[in-house]
């Protein structure tokens, strides 16, 4: 289900809404049932799979912390669940590419290409990314014993399935949720800061990101646009999503809040970042810092040689990006930005333009961005190199591709792309209105949130795009 | 925690308000067309056009389960439905000639009562999507769908 | 801090997300029907039922249909912006979006072998050929190709969109062997006499209908002039006006009765002898299978006055044709299949289909078997020469 349908805001919400707090107990319980019913309204039979890496964290978790686990089970333990997490994750995601790719490589070095690896159409899970890396922290840290195992299967589902957070983030620690579990408050402040956020999310997404999307769309769809609309759509994009991802943050905050829970926040104004490192401490936080905190570190970080830590900052950087899709597109991406922050960190924690004015560092920065969603955004790597062809005047632009302009400069677009220009490099967050909220803010957003139902009701079906990942 | 009183209010509305009644029989699906059968839905064979700048009929598949008017040869027949898309009330158009019904959404396993002509080309002359195009067999045109209660 | 905002902010959200199911039910049961939002209790939870039930949903709301139409209007009047399937031009000029994206999107014409439009094209020719008969393509302009001025901000080379698919279909037909027209530039030429598109409709005008009918029945004399008939036509003119059917894909009435109906100038076809307007004739030699661009003016408003009565006009004689409204891609032949008595006779098929449907066709270009002709033996007909 999509925060920003029909379905959702006018039957889901409201029934959950009311039932929850008709119920003077069993809410969690609630809560988890409810997310399952959510989960599986895109396919009911996704649900089996996430109980399945449920129970079997659970299990893993209780092993761990058995009192007097020898350090050998506890460990095959943590391996078992680590091992079913990723098995999950590899095979729904990543099968089909690797049996084509190996094919392909079986091929080339003479075989048939066929049968190697039998290739089938296997269905993604959505937000099986975001839960396996949710469930395998909690074995992790319960292993690390840096949070005490779950109280019950309930509790460590809820957490799991908790349906604000559930498909596209942000990836939620156990550690956070644990104690809200057991006891949280529901007060009027926090609904209300739940409600303000639910409703500028809500208008980011239906109000900014769909209308950049279908720029972005029209132009990366095209076949070899004007280099000026190549660098239209990619910035369209960028504002995309950007605005759809941190709006999809912004709900799930908000709707937790009004449930009770505090979740931290997943984006900090990132494109004004003035270097690399630094756009990665300002985007998909919750990202970042899990592949930081279980990955980069454990790999030895920046303790061991400076080559190791090029090295472990190139190899995080690539699984990041593998852990968005099962493509070449992603690969590339993780590796564009791992070598751009093995650069700064080869500088000394600076960038290769830090001698540059602030707006300049903060511009150049944005275009490297720019480069790396244009390979994000592309379908395959021919594709991606076509369309930065296209963006530095390499590719000769198509005939037909000159009617681009009447889908991208219409008044509308120019519009939209202007307020998301003044909102992306402004350090301000939605966090930091909810903060301070007023009469006059409240006064703001009762007609945003008119006005975005209003435009949501003009809109095609618009899924988020972090659902795909 | 006034959340409560406010839950509990939403909840009598909703009670309340969801108290309709179930639609009654007209006499068009009596009347109108040449056949008039009940027949069980036996599936959806795929996506709805998008009626975008024209207008499809459909063709569904049904399990016959009683004729009331003129014959019908074998159990299964083939049944085009106008811009399936909308409730039968409101898919009439310019188009489509004279055509309603009580029938809300297509739903595979639902019976529908039908009052049909036959054959289709006669009555439409715009796009059809037939799934069943290989399987041979009259393809009616449907004039008037109610929904039957089981 | 006052505290009363936030009391007054929730209960505003509530009240917004409460209010519309609320009504929506209140509206069903005014009408005598159960909650439609019951319907996801009555049935299989599978994914293909949630999701049309989710559909369903949206498209009962009495919100939305209140709602949209004046949304649409507003961001019309305050940005220009026609809408999610309409594309605005310069000069009020509207455009089918599908026709945009067939133009400026790849199309890989053979990359489905099962769905392309060449395979399908050939094999239909082959068909009717084991039957004696001939076969002329004729893949009609759609707006954009004649009007890209109107569309692109920057100035094209010649005035022209230069190479597209459909000009690569056309190449690659040729090399089959099948029998082409391509209109494109002269369509370009005749918007310079008063015989281009309509303003904000998808289709030709009237005028030029009866020019590419002229240039059309040209090619087909030339190569066969024995398909000639006896039967003379003479032409009286009519004005209808015409509101366009970009316009209704606004979705936004209030906006409809804006924007005035185009006046469109139409020569009826009438036959010299009885005085009665063009009809068709299943007895014809010729057979025309298309779309919406020869149902335009033909058995839409004024009647006869379309590229099939002026094409019979230059021909001598009448026609057999099917049109199917946005199926000239399958849909039409499948029209053509169920009623196979009509080829009897038939010494030449004209299939014309809007250049979009070479993506974007309904049912896409399946192969449909033509079944054996049951009537008399065909005419001593032949393959266009």
Redesign the interface.
Known sequence: MVFS???F???F??AV???Y??LPRGRNVFLTLVSYVFY?????WFVVLMMFSTGLDYLCGGIISRPGAGSRVRRMALVAAILGDLGLLAFFKYYTFTAENLNRLASLLGGSGHGFLPVFAVALPIGISFYTFESMSYTIDVYRGIVKPARSLSDLSCFISLFPHLVAGPIVRYNIIAEQLEHRE?T??K??EG??L??LGFAKKILLANPMG?VAD?VF???AP?ALDAWVGVIAYAFQIYFDFSAYSDMAIGLARMFGFIIPKNFATPYVSESITEFWRRWHISLSTWLRDYLYIPLGGNQRSPRRTYFNLGLVMLLGGLWHGANWTFLAWGAYHGSLLATERWCGKKSLYSWLPRPGRVAVTFVLVLISWALFRSPDISHALSYLGCMFGWTAA??????????I????HL?ILAICACLSFWRYEVYDFVIE???SK?LV??PL??LA???M????FNPFLYFQF | MPLHRLAGFVALCLLLVSCGAPPALDREVTTLGTTEVTARLVEIPGPFPANDLYNYAYVFKYRIVSVHRGQVEGNEIFVAHYNPLKARSKARDEFSGNLGGHLQRFRAGDIHRMALQAPLDQYWMGGVIDKYHTEKGQRYWAVWTNLETK | MPLSYRPWLIGFFLAVIYSLPLSQVAVEASHGEWPQALDVFRQTPTAANLRSFERDTEHASAAVAFVRPWVQSLRFELFRDPGEKTTLGSGGWLFYKPDVQYLVEPCRLDSVPENSPVRAIVRFRDQLASRSIGLLVIPMPAKPSVYPDRLAARSLPGGSLGWTHTQELLELLGRAGVETVDLRDSLVLWRGQSAGYLKRDTHWSAAAARKAAELVAARILASDPGIVGSTEYLTRPVSIDRRGDLVRMLEAPSLERTLPAEPVECDQVYAKRTGELYTDDPHSPVLVLGDSYLRMYQTDEPNAAGFIAHLARELRTSLTSIVNDGGASTLVRRQLARSPDLLAGKRLVIWEFVERDIRFGAEGWQDVPLPAVQASSPASGGKLR
């Open positions: 349908s029909h379905i805001l006018f039957y919400l409201p809404l009311l039932i707090y008709l599986g309204w895109w396919q009911p529901h009027v402040e609904f209300t409600v303000a639910f409703i279908s029209a769809n095209a076949n004007y198509s005939g037909p591709a000159a009617l681009l302009s009447s889908e400069y219409t008044p509308h519009a909220l007023n009469w409240a957003l009762a949130f008119l139902i209003a435009a009701f003009t809109q095609s």
